[in-house]
């Protein structure tokens, strides 16, 4: 079975290795594994919860999009985009939104943090609070429920927004999957998937590296220089060259595990406890890092300096992102009821025949945009095809017809956008036609 690994990175401020170490370097291994289809993001929307500075959002956004493909992103085998691209998102945002408890979003993390740090400084519990930081964890559920992720790797401080996930996505599937065919659930429940091993990557001063506690050791910002110089302010105890140092527990130990095999670690280790000097042991963490990522600065500052590159890259991604988005926002809007007046192509006697018989269904409608759409969906709802948009209901049902009639050798001529492998949309293809040869 296919499985979708889903992950994004909100575009504010520059990366620091805790970014590249936590979320980009997992998913992209992900990206790799076999039977696995990817989808990464940079979620532009969310970075406006954090900071109202136009100049410095463009400037993220350009520069993290750098990021992901020289650290090695592949666009031909991933779905690359930016949130912004994908209008479904913020309309199924809605439609979460209006499914969700304000208990639930009472309990975010971040809206915790936020309304006791105003309660500790005598303040109102909501001063200064958006709606924007209140509901986010919504507008994170639609990001990963819109493609159906299976998987989502996150850091462990964004484990409990998942869980909010799949709390969301199971009320919705509760309340309308008896719209859908069959009844069956609407939305996947993701899972996170956090590295046990290393967790949260540790900062300067030991604590988790973080720009609001400004300990970060940066990716790329500043070249090697500036890798070395955060590196010589990491936080060590106070014992001499030759005395026993214990590695565990140390942030610089840390670091360099998650840049080293296993190996490499066992003898860092052995070495600290023999005497290794700290100033040595830093020497030894920047020579590992910077054999990794440096490389990766170089493709990067080619990559920064060709805007027009990756604004090609990112569009051609979001237009794969919205011909799945677009199929599941209908689906959406029509098990909650926003649906179109306008008669489906079948009656409902004979389109709930045609579903009882396992066989998939042409449903015909018209969208707001004033155009004619028609879409087919396999006997247990999912998706198969979608097509483009028509200035008449006649052109679209002709070309239903013609798809009845003719199978998956329509589809090379048929103004559609393939939602399903071409082996299941041409079985499906098949078998109406086979039905429709059968009934004449």
Request: glycine share 8%; with cysteine.
């Amino acid at each position: 079975m296919t499985q979708r690994v889903l992950t994004g990175i909100t575009t504010t401020g520059t990366l620091h290795l805790g970014n590249y170490v936590g979320a980009i370097r997992p998913a992209i291994a992900a990206s790799r594994e076999p039977g696995m289809e990817s989808f990464f993001f940079m979620a532009d929307y969310h970075a406006l919860i954090k900071c109202d500075e136009p100049e410095r959002i463009a400037t993220s956004r350009l520069q993290i999009a750098a990021t992901w493909l020289a650290a090695g992103l592949d666009p031909e085998r991933v779905v690359f985009y930016r949130q912004s691209d994908i209008p479904e998102i913020p309309e199924l945002t809605w439609l979460l939104t209006c499914v969700t408890s304000k208990g639930q979003m009472n309990r975010a993390h971040a809206y915790k943090a936020a309304t006791d740090a105003n309660t500790a400084a005598g303040e109102d519990a909501d001063a200064g609070i958006t709606m924007g930081l209140f509901s986010y964890p919504i507008l994170m559920a639609a990001d990963i429920l819109m493609f159906n992720a299976h998987r989502v790797p996150v850091g462990k401080d964004q484990a409990q927004h998942i869980e909010m996930t799949r709390d969301v996505a199971q009320r919705f599937n509760h309340l309308f999957a008896k719209s859908e065919s069959g009844g069956e659930a609407f939305f996947v429940l993701p899972e996170a998937q956090i590295d046990a091993e290393m967790e949260l990557l540790p900062g300067l001063d030991g604590r988790k590296m973080s720009k609001s506690y400004d300990n970060v050791v940066p990716l790329f910002e500043g070249g090697s220089k500036a890798l070395k110089d955060a590196i010589a302010r990491i936080v060590t105890d106070s014992k001499l060259p030759g005395e026993p140092k214990e590695p565990e527990g140390q942030a610089l130990v840390t670091i360099f595990d998650a840049f080293a095999t296993p190996e490499q670690r066992a003898a860092f280790r052995a070495e600290l406890r023999a005497g290794l000097a700290w100033g040595e042991a830093k020497q030894r963490l920047f020579d590992q890092v910077e054999s990794q990522i440096g490389p990766m600065r170089a493709r990067y500052a080619e990559l920064v300096a060709a805007p027009e590159k990756i604004e090609k890259i990112l569009l051609e991604g979001a237009a794969k992102a919205r011909a799945l988005a677009a199929p599941l926002l209908a689906r959406a809007r029509e098990a909650v009821g926003l649906r179109s007046f306008t008669a489906p192509l079948q009656s409902a006697a004979a389109a709930a025949k045609t579903e009882k018989a396992g066989l998939p269904v042409f449903k015909q409608y018209r969208e707001a945009d004033g155009q004619f759409y028609f879409k087919l969906n396999a006997a247990d709802g999912t998706p198969l095809l979608q097509s483009r948009g028509f200035a008449g209901g006649r052109d679209a049902g002709a070309w239903v017809a013609r798809l009845k009639r003719e199978g998956a050798a329509a589809l090379a001529e048929a103004p559609v956008e393939r939602i399903a492998d071409e082996a299941r949309l041409g079985a499906a293809l098949q078998a109406l036609a086979e039905a429709a040869a059968a009934a004449e």
